[in-house]
């Protein structure tokens, strides 16, 4: 079976061809009149669907818009459905609980320093801001997460000069529902951010280069800026990005059974792109100035979101340095290396291989991040290879945007464990996001072939139809058992070992129904939680082990609970009068000292990683005051 070739002109053509650029010639005006037409067969649309729609009231600006976006903006309403129902109800994971609670930190002291453990500040900006309209707790923690990944389809518009219009749909298909992207897209992550916007940033680029207009590289340029203060792992993406350039490269120079060398093919795209360059060459300041300009709004967002923010004291932050430009080459100095710490610090730990050497690391990380894809992205993966393999050999002039895209996600599949420091499975959202590209160009062809075999060709029809049915009932099960049902069970290939097993907020939730209780509202007793002694600095409480203990500094901080520590469990059994706890949260091996001395209370256990860390949380629904000891 050969790959259908576009039927929608220029939207499918390959750069491989000179005429490319020579019709691409054309004005920001004749840009915009083109968006307002695109979508090819699309248009045809107005005179059956979008009249019916224009006659409803506040539908007007809707049924103006062509068939393929609709139905996108379609799924990017499916999408946030996916992501925004139960959003609250998983328990938080140790990493989400530790960028939730310095979010929260940000929220409440106006003090922020770019701090590499939690990785970039994005996040931590945006909720701060979000905690304070609609208040801290699980929901709101992942309320921008799930909005980035469900308006993350709407990208897929930005490949239509490319893509045909069945082909658009089935990447923001599969952008919109592939399990694995769904579920850490209700994760408080970076991971989704940071490819959502660099896809979003490749594919302004792409506009760019289609339209022949710099502004698209403004819109680039931002979102470049919101991917570099997502997460560190921007620069891989740059590095993902020279590698496909030069794959491509090398497949236009290479010329077989063809006439022309690749030196003629060099020639063939200068001739046709003369007037161009010699545009650039009558008025290099023009194009300099727009050069400048990208530069700066890339900087400026940069800037803005690494910079400390210093209140009340004398050290230099943001705010001050606004207030007076003359302190900004200071400020922009002192957070371009702030930054440079941070890669160094992050590179340095992606590159340790730890005691067991970098073979049976890479091995483990691996097994980890195939596990999660045969789970929960088979469809997608399987899809990715296929329409590759049919647009590389499928099509006479294969399109440079599909090639890249699939260079671009399958090495991303096998070097991203390489560059990681513990098993997950989130790093291969950095591969699915763009090789939903050439996964959306094979579902396209799937379903055009069951399409054309309908009525002529039963076993043709009835073997696609079987493959659609696999795809669907592969995706439905991996949504509702792996996102939905078990989100933080130890058979879930997408839960990494730091998340808690057990939902422990109703024991924490206790503390609010009692805002008056004059004792402390939880009191930690003994190893594995609390310190030998406070750190001077970081996370609240300072007397708690932050590898063991989180994700409870996050409950602490969300609930508004007064804490006390006891190193030893003999010092909380003689000290339980003078504290008064509501809450006494203890390693289930030394409940039973703290329980064998109270009265009326409840213990429930639940452990604190998906494997093992079993914690007693001791409560007393009457009131520890006056009963807390025998």
Known sequence: MKARESDTGDMSRSPDDPAADAEADTSDAEADTADAEAGGADTAVHEDGGAGLAEVPGWESLASLDRTTRRVLALVAVALVARLAFLGSRIAHFDEGRVAWWADYFLETGSFTYRPIIHGPLVQHVNAGLFSVAGANDFTMRLFVALVGGLLPLAALLFREHLESDEILGVAFFLSLNPLLVYYSRFFRSSIPVAAFAFVTFGFLVRAYDRRSARPLYYAAVFAGLTLASKENAAVYLLCWVGGIALLIDHALFRSGDDRSGVDWVVERLRANRERIDRVIDDPLYYLGHLVLVVFVFGAVTVYFYAPRTPGTAELGFWEAVGSPLKLPDLVSATIDDISTGYESWFGKSSEAGERGLIDQYTDFFDTAWNALKQSAMALSVLSVFGFVVERYGRGRPRFLVMFAGYWGFVSVIGYPLGTDIANAWIMVNALVPLAIPAGVGLAFVVREAGDSLGGDPIRF?????????????????????????????????????????????????????????????????????????????????????????????????????????????????????????????????????????????????????????????????????????
Not at 517 to 523: A, R
Not at 560 to 570: F, L, Q
């Open 462 to 630: 009835g073997i696609t139809v079987l493959i659609l049915f696999l795809i669907a009932g592969q995706m439905t099960f991996a949504l509702a058992d792996g996102v939905y049902l078990n989100p933080a069970s130890d058979d879930n290939d997408l839960v990494q070992y730091a998340q808690p097993a057990d939902d422990f907020r109703p024991d924490m939730r206790f503390v609010e129904n009692r805002p008056n209780h004059d004792g402390v509202d939880v009191l930690f007793v003994g190893s594995p939680y609390v310190r030998d002694r406070p750190r001077f600095g970081g996370m609240d409480p300072k007397c708690l082990n932050i590898g063991n203990a989180l994700p409870l500094h996050w409950y602490v901080e969300a609930y508004d609970a007064d804490v006390a520590c006891e190193e030893r469990i003999s010092g909380a059994v003689a000290n339980m009068s003078e504290h008064d706890p509501l809450v006494v949260v203890v390693s289930n091996r030394g409940s039973h000292q703290i329980t064998d001395e109270l009265d009326d209370y409840e213990i429930d256990t639940h452990r604190l990683r998906v494997r093992g860390r079993e914690t007693a949380f001791i409560t007393n629904k009457d009131g520890l005051a006056g009963n807390a000891t025998r």
